[in-house]
């Protein structure tokens, strides 16, 4: 009898996260949207070489698109076509997904920032998220909760 096959574990099915997001905006919520690769950013992504650091969302012509992203291409991988690792690639959203965010991002000052990218079933996914900018002293009270937490945890773990 074959053994049977394991869940991807968040850990692994995880390709690339944006750390700076969180620290650089409030997320109000939070979208699974699809991309559409080609077939050597596929290969790419599945030895993990992808990046989300300076890259971000826009909505233009009733599309979401993501911009800035790196997914640099494997040497060995892409012979016959001449690859752009900084490519425009288009999001795949529900229209009422997309209706929502457009509504939130034009009249209402959100941005939409990428989180995380990571497989799903097999299929390349990324974690947007619609969200409002921190001025300095937000960052510096996240930055405050945060080591008092920690400050908490060490407390109760040796009292």
């Known amino acids: ?29 939070r979208y699974e949207a699809g991309l559409v690769l080609q077939g050597w950013e596929v290969k790419s992504l599945r030895s993990g070489r992808a990046q989300l650091k300076e890259s971000y969302v826009v909505l233009k012509g009733g599309d979401a698109w993501l911009l800035g992203s790196h ?42 920032v990428p989180l995380a990218l990571y497989w799903k079933k097999g299929r390349a996914k990324l974690e947007i998220g619609l969200a409002k900018g921190k001025k300095l002293h937000d960052k510096r009270a996240t930055e405050k909760n945060r080591d008092w ?11």
């Not at 869940?7 to 905006?25: E, M, V, W």
């Not at 991988?77 to 529900?94: E, Q, W």
Request: hydrophobic content about 30%; glycine content about 8%; aromatic content about 4%.
């Open 1 to 29: 009898m074959a053994a049977k096959k394991k869940k991807d574990s968040p850990g692994g099915s995880t390709i690339a996260l944006n750390r700076q997001a969180t620290h650089d905006y409030f997320i109000e919520e």
């Open 71 to 112: 997914i640099s291409p494997l040497t060995t991988a892409s012979t016959h076509i001449v690859p752009d690792p900084m490519r425009t690639r288009k999001l795949l959203l529900h229209r009422g997904e997309l209706n929502k965010l457009i509504g939130h991002v034009e009249r209402k000052g959100y941005t939409l």
């Open 149 to 159: 937490e920690r400050e908490k945890q060490r407390i109760m773990k040796h009292g």
